[in-house]
């Protein structure tokens, strides 16, 4: 793994102290000591707080869909496509979990000028998840539901783990993206159940 | 429509400073001013700002579950059961978005002991949802799914509406219930695709 830079570490460090402490509470003396610098140390990456609180969304979401689209790029199925980007964003989730929480719990503290640009690559998230459930339903291997309702269903899903879930309970991780999985594409309800009694098709 | 007391203005206020403003950045004074009252008239009715954001939890909690109770009784089918429950949260939802958003923004901020009668209520609606699970399980009507990963989605779907969903747009209330009921219930995927093939049974 290559050694971390400086401007990483404050970004990281910067994460951790925003995700616990929330954006306003945090101060830049906090994140110096945090981060083994002086203030000017850190003024020397960063021009002001909320610079940072906008890299580390940016970053964040960057990154996570990222690893989403290579998800979604190993197979044309979109049950397929779905499962790739489940298992690729709770990943992403897990490796970085305070990058995201800064991002989920946060970014309504930038400006309105910096919260643009991360607002549009949620966007640009949204728009995937969507395409994949349209392409589904084209096919008719998705039912008809709203794709909008279906996408941020999934988004809350994946987005909310981190308030109830220990891995270290008796869900291992693998298991909860599988049950996640289960639940979201499959429905609770049993299928033999959910299938409605058809008017004779014509022939 | 009874009149409302004295303190019940107390409590809307204060909910809707803390799901503005978050607990730590509002003030009693504040608080005083928005409710037309003097800040000895606000210490009247509490003793410290932290017993109000304990009481808004604890209302919350309360309320929601009454409704979500009484939208259960009405049937002993597990699926009319949740599908009453999503609509009875909802609705108390969007009757109460401020108290809402304070017990599932805020209520970290509560000490310990505070925090412990609330997270107690919030236990008894998840062994609701996951006892109505297990029972739809029992009788063979819902999959196999693990019923506490299930009952979280739900709360999931459920609790992050307001961050996506604006009712003034082309979705009305009544179909995004409709809408969140098919995907949770019924998943992604059409029924004919999830049978797999059986072997032969024994006749």
Redesign the interface.
């Known amino acids: 793994m290559p050694r971390e830079t400086r401007s990483g570490t404050v970004l990281r460090t910067a994460a951790a102290l925003f995700a616990t402490k929330?954006f306003?509470?945090a101060s830049v003396s906090q994140l110096a000591r945090r981060a083994g610098l002086s203030k000017p140390g850190i003024y020397y990456h960063i021009r002001d707080k909320e610079e940072l609180l906008f890299t580390i969304c940016v970053n964040a979401m960057t990154g996570l869909l990222e690893v989403v689209r290579a998800g979604v790029a190993a197979s044309d199925d979109p049950?397929v496509q779905?499962r790739g980007l489940m298992k690729a964003h709770t990943t992403y989730h897990w490796r970085h979990p305070d990058t995201l929480a800064t991002l989920f719990g946060q970014m309504g503290c930038l400006s309105p000028e910096r919260r643009r640009p991360v607002v549009a690559l949620e966007r640009e998230y949204l728009d995937l998840v969507r395409g994949i459930?349209r392409e589904?339903q084209r096919r008719?291997?998705?039912?008809r539901?709203?794709p909008?309702?279906?996408a941020?269903?999934l988004?809350?899903?994946l987005?909310?783990i981190d308030?109830?879930?220990d891995p270290r309970g008796r869900?291992g991780r693998d298991?909860?993206v599988g049950?996640?999985e289960?639940?979201?594409?499959?429905?609770?309800?049993?299928?033999?159940?959910?299938?409605r009694p058809r008017a004779a098709a014509p022939s």
Chains 1, 2 share one sequence.
């Open positions: 929330g306003a509470a049950a779905l459930i589904g008719g291997v998705f039912r539901v709203e909008t309702v279906a941020f269903s988004f809350a899903m987005n909310t308030g109830w879930y869900i298991d909860l049950e996640l289960r639940v979201y594409l499959g429905g609770l309800v049993e299928p033999t159940r959910k299938r």
